[in-house]
């Protein structure tokens, strides 16, 4: 049974380019969870999908942040127009549903910009 | 708002020795309890969980945390530590909002 899986492992990006996470949950999971990581910084919540649904992104930055976690094909964490201060770790989390709190994290994506 | 505190950064022992590293949280009611370790570029595994129940909690690589409630604590601990627990280790609290909240981490260094 693969483990939640996440691509790519490192980008890096431009001032002002796009960057596209994708995270691909556990067999059997529907509920994808997305947390930044920053330097010397324990992991922040950013939002929690189901298919098709955005259910919590009370941890999303306003602007230029935005997910989906479509019916088909994986999750997806887009950050457009990047700035410096988006270079983190970016971890994708599943379960397989929201009254199992046990999330299972994926090996992350390092982001840079430069 | 909820918060957890692991007070101490970093820590270093020699293989072999007990371990006791420390967490306390910020939460009305007693939440879900996790500890999670993260290796270097890697991403985190779950050591162990606290729902309810029997306070001490056994997880994998020998390691246990007990629950106390009266501290707003849940300490993780290992009698003997291998070399390769050498990692980070984050504790982290679910009060029933589907968000983890952890705490900033403490790294673990270990002398041979």
């Known amino acids: 049974n693969a483990g939640v899986m996440q691509n790519p492992r490192h980008l890096v990006r431009r001032r002002g380019q796009e960057a596209r996470l994708r995270c691909s949950p556990m067999k059997g999971h529907s509920h994808v969870y997305w947390y930044r990581q920053l330097p010397e910084e324990g992991l922040k919540f950013m939002v929690y999908l189901q298919k098709e649904n955005i259910i919590d992104e009370s941890g999303m930055p306003k602007e230029r942040f935005s997910a989906e976690f479509p019916k088909e094909g994986p999750s997806i964490l887009r950050i457009q127009q990047v700035v410096r201060g988006d270079s983190a770790a970016y971890f994708c989390?599943?379960?397989?549903?929201?009254?199992?709190?046990?999330?299972?994290f994926g090996p992350g994506t390092r982001l840079t910009v430069t | 708002a909820q918060s957890v505190t692991q007070p101490d950064i970093h820590i270093t022992v020699s293989e072999g020795a007990s371990l006791e590293l420390r967490c306390n949280y910020s939460?009305?009611?007693?939440?879900?309890l996790f500890w999670y370790v993260q290796s270097p570029g890697q991403g985190l595994q779950l050591l162990l969980k606290?729902?309810?129940?029997?306070?001490l909690v056994q997880g994998i690589k020998g390691f246990e945390a007990e629950f106390k409630r009266s501290q707003s604590s849940f300490n993780l601990r290992k009698p003997s530590v291998h070399w390769s627990d050498a990692a980070e280790y984050f504790c982290?609290?679910?009060?029933?909002?589907?968000?983890?909240?952890f705490g900033k981490g403490t790294k673990l260094s270990v002398i041979p």
């Open positions: 982290a609290v679910e009060p029933g909002s589907y968000q983890l909240t």
């Open positions: 606290y729902f309810s129940g029997d306070t």
């Open positions: 989390a599943s379960s397989p549903s929201g009254e199992n709190y046990e999330q299972y």
């Open positions: 939460y009305g009611a007693t939440p879900y």
